[in-house]
């Protein structure tokens, strides 16, 4: 509980905002609370109006609340046009929300971090295992993008050969005084850069966007110092958009939840941009912000043979897995060095992002996002999990998909085809599993037809219960002896994956030989 937030007392005035929304900013601002305490901490207050974000500027023209309040800078971006920076209290920030009737909402402005560690192997200069995996050498970059994508993170040191006189780089330098966009004191920011789209020119590592027409835009958020607020990084995200960027990558996060930033990202997806952010790196189940936002992609982290990166957390948000072990790409200052994170397994998901969408430029933000969902090479535990999301980013196989789909013509589906299963004999009240088939591409199960043998004198039906791994739910069915009956079944089983039919014998005392023809087609 939190002491300064007095829960039965209602405002001392009335006015258009309700008990329960007080309530709700209440509460949102006691979960944020690390250490309740008189320690002060830097806010973000909304305001209703400019008028009011101006006040408080103003020792004559704020409330009594802002009393002790320390107004440190106006927040403005293309998300929110009334806002300030404040350093105060827990217990005045609470005031202020109870007091002032012009402030909106004040919340904590959280910290942001690189999601990196250092790496302790290397590999040769070219093309990085990654690039590979994620099938971007598999795509003909186009020759004249149409889409860009921006980069927030800790500058670009365009000293160096892969970036220096590439004129499709643009930047924005960081409003809170990190410093220019052309150099990265951190590093972080140009070893992102190189896995997106350093060149092949001979030197280095290639990108997954190699050939150097790619449009980026850097926006700098980290110094030397290596964090950033989340305001910083909402600005950012204006910066990206005002330069036009439709995909935009964040190899950064922290903890905690903010409707600044919540509201910021899905203002960005409603106006088409794609963002990407890492997963995080405490290999927990805990949820790492901005990527934890619906309207952001979280990518987790994958070596090289495939299997999850240790330090990559696990939980319900992850939708993507990338590359983030032992990624070699440039380095600030020359050459280039390794790193591991899943601020390294990022850049190879956007960056795939805009090379598949470049060459299918018809194609919507949510029909690219669906179609490197769709088209994931699927790891771990059949179909998505919280380790891996819905597997590894595939660009070849995304970008078939978008053709297919965004040409304006929805294909015809694919033939059906059947595979029978041997007969099982089922004691009463158990399962069993039946079938194990595979194929090599993601297969559609549309029915299951079940035979049924019983022992007839006593027994002149069974009732059975069907589970198809990866359908929603099972199905009842009741069959006679000697027929067949066909359950109606949805289920994606994707590719190498046996198909489990699990069928329960729901009878007392009969058993039952289960047949048991999959109906099914590869799915498109």
């Not at 924005?172 to 990265?184: F, Q």
């Not at 449009?215 to 700098?220: E, S």
Request: hydrophobic fraction near 45%.
């Amino acid at each position: 509980t939190v002491s300064v937030l007095n829960w039965t007392t209602p405002p001392s005035r009335s006015d258009t905002r309700t008990m329960l929304a007080r309530a709700w900013q209440f509460a949102a601002l006691a979960a944020a609370c690390v250490e309740c305490s008189p320690r002060r901490q830097r806010y973000i207050v909304e305001f209703r109006d400019a008028a009011a974000a101006r006040r408080a500027f103003s020792a004559q023209g704020a409330a009594a609340a802002w009393d002790g309040v320390e107004v440190a800078a106006p927040l403005t971006s293309r998300f929110h046009k009334h806002a300030v920076a404040a350093v105060m209290t827990e217990a005045q920030a609470g005031r202020l929300l109870e007091e002032d009737a012009h402030v909106e909402f004040v919340e904590p402005d959280l910290p942001r971090f690189p999601m990196r560690s250092v790496a302790s192997q290397t590999e040769p200069a070219g093309a990085p295992y990654g690039i590979a995996l994620v099938q971007a050498d598999q795509v003909q970059e186009a020759v004249f993008p149409t889409k860009s994508l921006c980069i927030i993170d800790s500058g670009l040191d365009m000293t160096h050969p892969d970036f220096a006189g590439n004129p499709h780089i643009t930047g924005s330098d960081d409003p809170d005084g990190a410093g220019s966009w052309r150099a990265d004191e951190d590093g972080h920011g140009t070893h992102v850069a190189g896995t997106v789209f350093a060149p092949r020119n001979g030197e280095g590592v290639v990108g997954v966007n190699p050939n150097g027409f790619l449009r980026v835009h850097v926006v700098k958020v980290f110094g030397a110092e290596g964090w950033a607020y989340s305001s910083s990084l909402v600005a950012a995200l204006g910066e990206c958009l005002d330069a036009g960027a439709d995909v935009v990558s964040m190899s950064l996060g922290g903890s905690g939840a903010s409707r600044w930033e919540a509201n910021a990202f899905r203002e960005a997806a409603a106006g088409g941009a794609l963002a990407f952010a890492a997963a995080g790196n405490d290999g927990s189940t805990r949820e790492s912000f901005p990527a934890s936002y619906d309207a952001v992609v979280s990518v987790g982290g994958v070596d090289r043979v495939e299997a999850l990166y240790r330090g990559s957390q696990r939980n319900a948000q992850v939708e993507l897995a990338a590359p983030g072990v032992d990624v070699v790409s440039a380095a600030a200052g020359g050459g280039v060095r390794p790193a591991t994170g899943t601020s390294m397994a990022c850049p190879h998901a956007a960056g795939v992002a805009a090379l598949v969408w470049n060459r299918a430029p018809a194609c919507s933000a949510a029909e690219v996002r669906l179609a490197l969902r769709a088209t994931a090479k699927d790891l771990g535990v059949a179909g998505r999990d919280d380790s891996f999301g819905h597997g590894l980013v595939q660009a070849r196989a995304a970008l078939t998909r978008l053709q297919e789909r965004c040409a304006g013509a929805t294909p015809p589906p694919k033939p059906l085809q059947t595979q029978g299963c041997g007969a099982r004999d089922i004691v009463d009240e158990t399962t069993e599993a039946l079938c194990g088939f595979t194929r090599s591409f993601l297969l559609e199960v549309v029915q299951v037809e079940l035979a049924v043998e019983t022992p007839g004198w006593f027994c002149y039906s069974a009732d059975l219960k069907v589970q198809v791994a990866g359908a929603a739910a099972s199905a009842a069915v009741n069959v006679a002896h000697g027929a067949a009956a066909a359950v109606p079944v949805t289920a994606l089983v994707p590719a190498g994956t046996p198909v489990a039919v699990r069928v329960e014998n729901q009878n007392k005392y009969c058993d039952a030989v289960v047949t048991a023809t999959v109906t099914f087609r590869e799915a498109q």
